[in-house]
C-alpha cells in the first residue's frame, strides 16, 4: 500500500536549539497518529512516544561520556525516542566524537516520518559537532535480531552489539503456536506478549556495561505468565532505576491505554546495584516527584524463585509491606483454592433468564454483591438466572458457601479487591452458577464453614490488603492467578475473624479495626500504622472535595500540603489543627517526616503552582503575614491558613462539621473581596498607547502581558493594540473605534480572542489566544473567529501563544492548520502550521482541501 507523506514545515527566526528537535518531532509524531488507521495500530501493537515521556527516558541514562556511542531503537515509530536520546546528547558540554543510530521500523507509513526526523537529527548532531550515521532496517525485529544472536554471525560480526538502547515496545499478545513464539523460544525465552519479547532480544543485544531504557507495561513485574523473561532479564540486567506513572493514560494520552505505565533503567552486569531509585508521578507533564531510594534485596528478594520484581514508591508503602509479612499462608497450606467463575453469559444466551424460573438455577454477578454478602435476586438488566440441563451442568457447582471477588474494577473505584460471602442458607436450591466476572473461593469444589467464610472475606476486604495487591498489580483486574499469590492468616485466624461477624457485615473502618486488633496487635495510635496515615490522608482529601476545590487540585499533593500547613499529624484529632506560618520546603520535610512521604526538593515549584497558588485564590490561606510587604516570589514566603478556614476544619469529624462548612462557604466570597484588595497591589502593568493599565495578577494575564510586551514588539512593531481581555474582567482595553473603522462592529466580548493587534506595515488583523486555563485555536475556534470577523476589510493572521514548550505540547494535536504559534520562553521563534511563511494571512490551501 503506497502512503502520502508531506512534511510539516517548520521555520524559525534562528537556528532551532537540540531542545527544540523534540517539539518537531512531536509534530511528526501527532500528525502519524491523527493519519494512521486504528486498526493498522492495533495489529501492530503500536503506541507512539509523546515527547516528555521521551525525554524522560533520554535523561534516565548514566553513562553518555563515551567517545563512540551505538544507539538502538527497535521499534522506532516516527523516532521520538532517538530524537530525545540525540537532543539529550548535544546538550551537553562533553559529548561523543560518533554516535551510530540503527532504528527497527516494519510500518511503511511510519517510515516516511522516521526518515525526516533522523534527518533533523543529523542537522543537530552537525551543529553539536557530533559524527552521526544512521541506518534504518526495514525488516522485523525479532527475525533480525535471533539471526545476529547466532553464534556463527558474531564469528563474522565484531560491531553488532549496542552501547545503548532505548525501548517502546510493541504491546501485543502472541500465540503459543506463531513463528514469533518460536523465534524467542532459540534465544531462551518462553514469552506470551510481543513487549517482554522485544526486551529480551535488545538486552541481549547491549554489549557489557550497555543501558538499556524501556517503556512498557507494568505486568512483566509479577505474575507467572512472566517469570521467564523475569529471570533472564534479571540474571543479565543489573537495575538501576523505576519510574511509575500513577495515571493509566497520561503517558500515552493519544492512545487508549489501561495497563499502568513504568520506564525501566537497566544495566548489563552481573554485579547488582546496591540500591534502585523508584521515582513516582501522577503523568508526564507531573513535575512533583515522589521519590524512593530502595535496596536492591527489597525490589527483588533473593530467594523469591518467583523473581517478583517489588516497586515500593513510599516509606508508607514499605511500613503496608512490614505488615503484609505477618501473614504467611499461601492458599494450598489453607487446603483452598480459588477459580473463575464457570459462566460466559453470551455463550449461554439460550440459557439465560432474566429472574429465576422452574428448573433453573441462580446465577451471579458482582451487581449481586451488596453489604459483604449476595442479594440475590435483584432486579436488572442481568439475567439471574440459567435453566438447568445437561448442557449447563458443568457450569454450576453445589449450592454451599463460598467467598466471592470482583475480577474488574474501574481505575476510580476506591478498592481494587472487593469480597462478599456466598451464603447458601439464604438461597434454596441444590445449584448455583458464578458469573465469568468473578472468583469463587472453595475447597476441593465444594463449599467452605460459613465462619471461615465470613473470616477469609473480611480478611480480602482489609484495606491493608487492598493497598499492598494495588502495590504490586498494575492492572484493574483481580485475577484467580494473583489471589493465589497472595499470602493468608491461618485457619484459625480466619475462623476468629469470622466469629465476629454476624448477618450483618461490618462496615469497612470495624473490618479494619477488627483485623488490626485480632490479627496484627497494631496500635491505632502510632504514626507508623499505614491506615492510620492513609485514613488521614483521604480524610484530607475529602474536605478538599466538599470546599469545593478545583478538580486539578483534589490530589494527595494538596491533600499533604493542607495537613502540612495546619500542623497535622496522623494521629492528632481535628480540633488539633494549628496555624504556623510554614514555606514550602518546610512543608515537604513535614510530609515526608510524618506521612512517609518524601518528593525531591527540585520539585517545590510545583506545590507553589499547583496548590498553593490555588489555595490563595479559594481564601483558603494567607501568604507573608508577617511581612505584607514581602514579594510572593521571595524564598522567604511563608503561608498561614486563614483563621476563618482552621476553625472550620477544627470541627471535621464532629457534629457541628456540616453546620460550620455551610457559614464558612457562604462566608468565602466576602473573603475573596478582603484578599483582593491585597492582590489589587500586584496587577500587572502595561503600557498601551502612552497610558499605564494594569491586568489582575496570574492566570493568563501573565502570558498576556508577554504578548503585549515581547511578541508585539518583535512580530508586529509599530503595531496598533485594538483589544486587550483580562482574567477577571471582560477586556483591559478596547478600541472599539479602530475596529469599526476596519469594518466590524462586534457586540460580544465572550467571544474575542485574548489580544488583537493591527500590523499595520503588512495591513493584517492578529487574532491572538493565550493558551493557560482555555484552549488554542483549534479548527472550530478557527471557525469562529473566521464568523466575527467575516466582515473584516483585511486579512488575519491567527495566533497560539504558550508561556513554555511544555504547555505547547500538550495543546498540538488541537492546533488548527494555517496558523502560528508562538511560545514566551522561545521569544524569538514561531512555529507555522502547514504554511510558506511565518505570520501569514489565512488562505485555504486547496491541495489540502482535496486530500
Known amino acids: 500500500?503506497?502512503?502520502?507523506?508531506?512534511?510539516?514545515?517548520?521555520?524559525?527566526?534562528?537556528?532551532?536549539?537540540?531542545?527544540?528537535?523534540?517539539?518537531?518531532?512531536?509534530?511528526?509524531?501527532?500528525?502519524?497518529?491523527?493519519?494512521?488507521?486504528?486498526?493498522?495500530?492495533?495489529?501492530?501493537?503500536?503506541?507512539?512516544?509523546?515527547?516528555?515521556?521521551?525525554?524522560?527516558?533520554?535523561?534516565?541514562?548514566?553513562?553518555?561520556?563515551?567517545?563512540q556511542i551505538s544507539l538502538l531503537d527497535a521499534g522506532a515509530g516516527v523516532g521520538s525516542l532517538l530524537a530525545a536520546f540525540v537532543a539529550n546528547l548535544c546538550q551537553r558540554k562533553r559529548r561523543p566524537a560518533n554516535l551510530d543510530i540503527v532504528a527497527?521500523?516494519?510500518?511503511?507509513?511510519?517510515?516516511?516520518?522516521?526518515?525526516?526526523?533522523?534527518?533533523?537529527?543529523?542537522?543537530?548532531?552537525?551543529?553539536?559537532?557530533?559524527?552521526?550515521?544512521?541506518?534504518?532496517?526495514?525488516?522485523?525485529?525479532?527475525?533480525?535480531?535471533?539471526?545476529?544472536?547466532?553464534?556463527?554471525?558474531?564469528?563474522?560480526?565484531?560491531?553488532?552489539?549496542?552501547?545503548?538502547?532505548?525501548?517502546?515496545?510493541?504491546?501485543?499478545?502472541?500465540?503459543?503456536?506463531?513463528?514469533?513464539?518460536?523465534?524467542?523460544?532459540?534465544?531462551?525465552?518462553?514469552?506470551?506478549?510481543?513487549?517482554?519479547?522485544?526486551?529480551?532480544?535488545?538486552?541481549?543485544?547491549?554489549?557489557?556495561?550497555?543501558?538499556?531504557?524501556?517503556?512498557?507495561?507494568?505486568?512483566?513485574?509479577?505474575?507467572?505468565?512472566?517469570?521467564?523473561f523475569r529471570r533472564m532479564f534479571l540474571e543479565m540486567m543489573a537495575l538501576d532505576q523505576i519510574h511509575i506513572f500513577e495515571s493509566r493514560q497520561e503517558a500515552f494520552s493519544d492512545d487508549e491505554v489501561l495497563q499502568e505505565t513504568i520506564i525501566t533503567h537497566a544495566v548489563k552486569q552481573k554485579l547488582k546495584f546496591d540500591n534502585v531509585?523508584?521515582?513516582?508521578?501522577?503523568?508526564?507533564?507531573?513535575?512533583?516527584?515522589?521519590?524512593?531510594?530502595?535496596?536492591?534485596t527489597e525490589i527483588v528478594h533473593p530467594h523469591d524463585s518467583q523473581q517478583f520484581i517489588h516497586i515500593i514508591p513510599d516509606t508508607l508503602s514499605q511500613q503496608v509491606i512490614r505488615q503484609m509479612a505477618n501473614f504467611t499462608c499461601t492458599l494450598k497450606d489453607l487446603e483452598l483454592t480459588v477459580s473463575t467463575g464457570r459462566v460466559v453469559d453470551f455463550r449461554a444466551k439460550e440459557y439465560l433468564c432474566l429472574m429465576p424460573e422452574k428448573n433453573s438455577v441462580p446465577l451471579i454477578y458482582p451487581l449481586n454483591f451488596s453489604g459483604g454478602y449476595v442479594e440475590y435476586p435483584k432486579v436488572t438488566r442481568k439475567h439471574q438466572a440459567l435453566v438447568h440441563t445437561e448442557k449447563t451442568v458443568s457450569l454450576l457447582v453445589p449450592n454451599e458457601n463460598y467467598v466471592l471477588t470482583k475480577r474488574f474494577s474501574s481505575k476510580e473505584e476506591k478498592k481494587r479487591v472487593v469480597a462478599v460471602v456466598y451464603d447458601a442458607n439464604q438461597i434454596d436450591c441444590y445449584w448455583v452458577g458464578f458469573e465469568n466476572h468473578l472468583n469463587y473461593f472453595h475447597k476441593g469444589g465444594r463449599g467452605l464453614n460459613l465462619t471461615l467464610a465470613r473470616g477469609l472475606?473480611?480478611?480480602?476486604?482489609?484495606?491493608?490488603?487492598?493497598?499492598?495487591?494495588?502495590?504490586?498489580?498494575?492492572?484493574?483486574?483481580?485475577?484467580?492467578?494473583?489471589?493465589?499469590?497472595?499470602?493468608?492468616?491461618?485457619?484459625s485466624q480466619l475462623i476468629t475473624l469470622g466469629l465476629c461477624i454476624t448477618e450483618h457485615f461490618p462496615s469497612q473502618k470495624e473490618i479494619d479495626q477488627l483485623v488490626q486488633e485480632k490479627l496484627l496487635s497494631m496500635s491505632n495510635q502510632s504514626e507508623d500504622n499505614p491506615l492510620i496515615i492513609k485514613t488521614r490522608i483521604d480524610e484530607a482529601l475529602q474536605i478538599l472535595v466538599e470546599l469545593g476545590l478545583p478538580r486539578a487540585q483534589l490530589n494527595e499533593r494538596s491533600a499533604l500540603t493542607l495537613l502540612a500547613l495546619i500542623?497535622?499529624?496522623?494521629?492528632?484529632?481535628?480540633?488539633?489543627?494549628?496555624?504556623?506560618?510554614?514555606?514550602?520546603?518546610?512543608?515537604?520535610?513535614?510530609?515526608?517526616?510524618?506521612?512517609?512521604?518524601?518528593?525531591?526538593?527540585?520539585?517545590?515549584?510545583?506545590?507553589?503552582?499547583?496548590?498553593?497558588?490555588?489555595?490563595?485564590?479559594?481564601?483558603?490561606?494567607?501568604?507573608?503575614?508577617?511581612?505584607?510587604?514581602r514579594a510572593i516570589n521571595s524564598p522567604k514566603t511563608v503561608y498561614k491558613i486563614e483563621e476563618s478556614a482552621l476553625e472550620l476544619l477544627r470541627t471535621y469529624k464532629t457534629t457541628e462539621w456540616k453546620k460550620s462548612l455551610g457559614t464558612y462557604l457562604a462566608s468565602v466570597e466576602t473573603l475573596k473581596k478582603r484578599y483582593a484588595q491585597e492582590r489589587e497591589l500586584s496587577r500587572i502593568p502595561i503600557v498601551i498607547e502612552g497610558n499605564v493599565k494594569t491586568l489582575s495578577p496570574g492566570g493568563q494575564n501573565i502570558l498576556i502581558e508577554k504578548i503585549i510586551k515581547e511578541f508585539a514588539e518583535r512580530f508586529t512593531p509599530g503595531g496598533k493594540l485594538i483589544y486587550v481581555g483580562d482574567t477577571d474582567e471582560k477586556f483591559a482595553y478596547f478600541n472599539e473605534v479602530a475596529l469599526r473603522d476596519l469594518g466590524i462592529t462586534v457586540d460580544s466580548h465572550g467571544k474575542m480572542p485574548d489580544v488583537i493587534i493591527h500590523h499595520l506595515k503588512k495591513n493584517w488583523l492578529v487574532l491572538i489566544e493565550a493558551v493557560t486555563s482555555h484552549?488554542?485555536?483549534?479548527?472550530?475556534?478557527?471557525?469562529?473567529?473566521?464568523?466575527?470577523?467575516?466582515?473584516?476589510?483585511?486579512?488575519?493572521?491567527?495566533?497560539?501563544?504558550?508561556?513554555?514548550?511544555?504547555?505547547?505540547?500538550?495543546?498540538?494535536?488541537?492546533?488548527?492548520?494555517?496558523?502560528?504559534?508562538?511560545?514566551?520562553?522561545?521569544s524569538t521563534h514561531l512555529i507555522h502550521f502547514n504554511g510558506e511563511y511565518l505570520l501569514q494571512a489565512y488562505k485555504v490551501d486547496r491541495d489540502l482541501e482535496t486530500e
Not at 491493608?464 to 485457619?491: C, E, M, S, W
Open 567 to 629: 500542623n497535622l499529624k496522623p494521629t492528632d484529632s481535628w480540633n488539633a489543627a494549628a496555624s504556623p506560618l510554614m514555606g514550602i520546603t518546610p512543608m515537604m520535610e513535614f510530609m515526608a517526616q510524618h506521612y512517609g512521604k518524601r518528593y525531591k526538593p527540585n520539585t517545590r515549584e510545583t506545590v507553589c503552582r499547583q496548590t498553593v497558588h490555588q489555595f490563595l485564590d479559594a481564601a483558603l490561606i494567607i501568604a507573608n503575614p508577617d511581612a505584607p510587604d
Open 1 to 67: 500500500m503506497d502512503y502520502y507523506y508531506k512534511p510539516l514545515q517548520f521555520k524559525s527566526l534562528s537556528k532551532c536549539s537540540a531542545r527544540n528537535l523534540l517539539g518537531e518531532v512531536d509534530l511528526l509524531r501527532i500528525a502519524a497518529n491523527l493519519k494512521q488507521e486504528q486498526k493498522q495500530k492495533g495489529k501492530l501493537g503500536q503506541f507512539l512516544t509523546p515527547a516528555p515521556v521521551a525525554e524522560l527516558m533520554a535523561g534516565m541514562f548514566r553513562k553518555l561520556d563515551l567517545p
Open 457 to 491: 472475606t473480611a480478611y480480602l476486604n482489609f484495606s491493608l490488603v487492598d493497598i499492598f495487591f494495588r502495590l504490586f498489580n498494575g492492572h484493574t483486574q483481580v485475577n484467580a492467578t494473583d489471589l493465589r499469590n497472595l499470602k493468608y492468616p491461618t485457619i
Open 775 to 826: 484552549g488554542p485555536i483549534n479548527p472550530k475556534r478557527k471557525k469562529e473567529l473566521e464568523v466575527i470577523f467575516a466582515d473584516i476589510k483585511i486579512p488575519l493572521v491567527m495566533v497560539t501563544t504558550f508561556l513554555s514548550r511544555k504547555a505547547m505540547v500538550e495543546y498540538l494535536a488541537e492546533i488548527a492548520w494555517e496558523t502560528d504559534v508562538w511560545v514566551a520562553e522561545d
Open 277 to 296: 531509585l523508584i521515582n513516582t508521578t501522577s503523568g508526564v507533564d507531573d513535575d512533583f516527584i515522589l521519590s524512593n531510594y530502595l535496596p536492591y
Open 104 to 228: 527497527y521500523e516494519i510500518d511503511p507509513f511510519l517510515i516516511a516520518y522516521l526518515h525526516q526526523t533522523l534527518k533533523l537529527c543529523a542537522r543537530e548532531c552537525q551543529i553539536a559537532g557530533i559524527s552521526l550515521n544512521y541506518e534504518i532496517r526495514n525488516r522485523d525485529f525479532i527475525e533480525d535480531a535471533v539471526r545476529v544472536l547466532q553464534p556463527s554471525f558474531f564469528d563474522k560480526f565484531d560491531n553488532c552489539k549496542f552501547t545503548h538502547a532505548i525501548l517502546n515496545p510493541p504491546y501485543l499478545k502472541i500465540n503459543a503456536h506463531s513463528k514469533v513464539r518460536t523465534l524467542l523460544r532459540s534465544i531462551g525465552l518462553e514469552g506470551s506478549n510481543l513487549y517482554t519479547g522485544f526486551m529480551a532480544a535488545t538486552v541481549q543485544l547491549l554489549e557489557s556495561k550497555g543501558e538499556l531504557v524501556a517503556i512498557s507495561p507494568r505486568s512483566f513485574c509479577n505474575g507467572p505468565y512472566f517469570r521467564d
